[in-house]
Antibody, heavy 118, light 110 residues
Framework: EVQMVESGGGLVQPGGSLRLSCAVSGFSLRGPWMSWVRQAPGKGLEWVATIVGDVSEKKYVDSVKGRFVISKDYAKNSVSLQMDSLTAEDTAMYFCAKVSTKSSFDYWGQGILVTVSS | QTVVTQEPSLSVSPGGTVTLTCGLS?????????PSWYQQTPGQAPRTLIYLTNTRSSGVPDRFSGSILGNRAALTITGAQADDEADYHC??????????FGGGTRLTVL
């Protein structure tokens, strides 16, 4: 059974940093693309970042380029999102998602809340 | 900037049929962008319903179907049930590892 569990969220001040982790089980991280998708309160989904295959490429939405870094840790079978220089606009529920081979997402974590506020 | 448009809200009667659509602010949605649809109930993670325009994910009832209607992707629910009341998000695959989502449609079954 595939499970994906996010952790590391919480309240952070503007300009601060957080590191989100997504622990996965039921499949190996070697090979699958993995993404982070976020949802601001009362808003729709927003794709944030993808790590393509075995770290050959990393893609980011323009609004987080230069501030966020997505990575894989094969030893821990987890995906991380390092988030720096956070602003109020980054306040959202962050979901870890496994990319299927069919240009969509087939598994989702339950989400972790990030609140950026002073 | 690519903007994906969805109806903010729709309603359907139990047993009725409703079509949700997904368009681009400039241009047409085609099968090439692999439209996918996600259902989300309050406080829950999204659930993948449809991918590659019209392929149902495992376990998704066949009352959900996807298509291209004109220049938009479409999700049709035939024989709506009370537990179909949810937010529905459309996703389009733009390039390697890059997606864009619409603002979502809140579907009410009443």
């Amino acid at each position: 059974e595939v499970q994906m569990v996010e952790s590391g969220g919480g309240l952070v001040q503007p300009g601060g940093s957080l590191r989100l982790s997504c622990a996965v089980s039921g499949f190996s991280l070697r090979g699958p693309w993995m993404s982070w998708v976020r949802q601001a309160p009362g808003k729709g989904l927003e794709w944030v970042a993808t790590i393509v295959g075995d770290v050959s490429e990393k893609k980011y939405v323009d609004s987080v380029k230069g501030r966020f870094v997505i990575s894989k840790d094969y030893a821990k079978n987890s995906v991380s999102l390092q988030m720096d220089s956070l602003t109020a606009e980054d306040t959202a529920m962050y979901f870890c998602a496994k990319v299927s081979t069919k240009s969509s997402f087939d598994y989702w974590g339950q989400g972790i809340l990030v609140t950026v506020s002073s | 900037q690519t903007v994906v448009t969805q109806e903010p809200s729709l309603s359907v009667s139990p047993g009725g049929t409703v079509t949700l659509t997904c368009g681009l602010s400039s241009g047409s949605v085609s099968t090439g962008s692999g439209p996918s649809w996600y259902q989300q109930t309050p406080g829950q993670a999204p659930r993948t319903l449809i991918y590659l325009t019209n392929t149902r994910s495992s376990g998704v009832p066949d009352r959900f179907s996807g298509s291209i209607l004109g220049n938009r992707a479409a999700l049709t629910i035939t024989g709506a049930q009370a537990d179909d009341e949810a937010d529905y998000h459309c996703g389009l695959y733009l390039a390697t590892g890059i997606w864009v989502f619409g603002g979502g449609t809140r579907l009410t079954v009443l």
